[in-house]
């Protein structure tokens, strides 16, 4: 596989212990605003638009999550940081993981947001090929607005949610959802994480099922589980104080 890094669109905030937010698919990187507002005073925040999303680069082909976890080792020595705690968000936590068994030792931390472990079951890996020929006939729009429902149930957000959808460029919808299909399970080899990592889990979440997160968090050698009664599939945007100080408390831990 040809791992050819793109140079990522990042915005920095504070100083002290970096820690890089990465957002879901098809989203981009305003989606932390909140949480970077609450954290900004306390460390060194990066957030990127990944591969395809945003103002980043987008590429022909299929983005898998090692290729995406390889734009973030290019950005992390771009920005000369050696080590960094990784916070993804849905898709991203599949690069997270990704960059975990790439380079474990620039990984200082990990915080799997509203994500998960294991592969598509070969229905859902299905789904996404279909979802992917649709978006190159038909645009993104359909794609978002079916997905939007299942982000949040908080109306105040759906607006802005729909907007960052449809910025998104089609080939990276694409890249990506065929990226995401073809991703490796993730579970067997959790045990080898040596560093803090917490799983932040909405239990309104209606991507990720709440059994998905409980059964990560107990493969993880030094993890723990953050379960978030209001929050859905945005606890970011939906309980951002809850997730700062999650994150603040890993940022500690990955420090000390």
Do not use: C
């Amino acid at each position: 596989m040809d791992l050819v890094p793109v140079e990522l669109y990042y915005e920095e905030f504070g100083q002290g212990f970096p820690v890089i937010l990465m957002h879901g698919y098809p989203l981009n990187h305003t989606i932390w605003m909140p949480v970077v507002e609450r954290l900004q005073a306390h460390a060194r925040v990066i957030t990127p638009d990944l591969r395809g999303h945003g103002k980043s680069p987008v590429t022909d082909g299929e983005y898998s999550m090692r290729l995406m976890a390889e734009d973030i080792h290019a950005l992390m020595n771009r920005l000369d940081i050696p080590k960094a705690v990784l916070v993804g968000h849905s898709m991203a936590g599949y690069v997270s993981l990704a960059f975990a068994r790439a380079y474990p030792g620039r990984l200082a931390g990990l915080a799997m947001v509203a994500s998960q472990a294991e592969a598509d079951s070969s229905e859902k890996r299905q789904g996404r090929y279909i979802t992917a020929e649709e978006v190159g006939r038909k645009g993104v729009r359909q794609v978002a607005k079916s997905m939007l429902p299942k982000l949040t149930p908080r109306k105040e957000l759906t607006a802005d949610l729909m907007e960052i959808m449809l910025k998104t460029p089609k080939k990276g919808v694409i890249g990506t959802l065929k990226g995401m299909a073809e991703r490796p399970d993730a579970l067997e080899w959790l045990a080898e994480i040596e560093v803090p990592a917490v799983v932040i889990a909405g239990e309104q979440d209606a991507i990720i099922p709440l059994e998905r997160a409980r059964t990560m968090t107990q493969m993880l050698r030094r993890g723990w589980l953050v379960e978030i009664p209001e929050a859905a599939h945005m606890p970011m945007l939906e309980t951002p104080q809850v997730v700062a100080d999650t994150i603040q408390q890993l940022v500690d831990l990955a420090a000390a």
